[in-house]
């Protein structure tokens, strides 16, 4: 991948999970997953791009159960990874 991005987001990435846990006490109890693509010429398709730029997908299953506690976590979680995306 171009200038290691990928890996400098996964860095980022991990620090803002460290960060989450130090404050909140909040970690992420499932596994972080990385999946790369070629560039993809479907213009629906997330990997589609004109550049021809190999794309990086970071997966994370965050489980949880319903609860009124959920919703303040989703808003911990939206406050924490929004500068992400």
Same mark, same amino acid.
């Given at each position: 991948m171009k200038?290691?991005?990928h890996l400098n987001a996964v860095?980022?990435?991990l620090g /803002?999970?460290?960060?989450m846990y130090d404050?909140?006490?909040l970690y992420v109890?499932?596994?972080l997953s990385?999946?790369?693509?070629s560039p993809l010429s479907q213009f629906l398709s997330m990997a589609n791009n004109d550049e021809g730029?190999? /794309?990086c997908y970071v997966e994370m299953a965050i489980l949880y159960h319903v609860?009124?506690?959920v919703c303040s976590l989703l808003n911990i979680y939206l406050f924490y990874f929004s500068p992400l995306t």
């Amino acid at each position: 991948m171009k200038d290691d991005n990928h890996l400098n987001a996964v860095d980022a990435l991990l620090g /803002t999970l460290k960060e989450m846990y130090d404050k909140q006490k909040l970690y992420v109890n499932g596994p972080l997953s990385l999946r790369f693509s070629s560039p993809l010429s479907q213009f629906l398709s997330m990997a589609n791009n004109d550049e021809g730029i190999p /794309t990086c997908y970071v997966e994370m299953a965050i489980l949880y159960h319903v609860s009124l506690f959920v919703c303040s976590l989703l808003n911990i979680y939206l406050f924490y990874f929004s500068p992400l995306t």
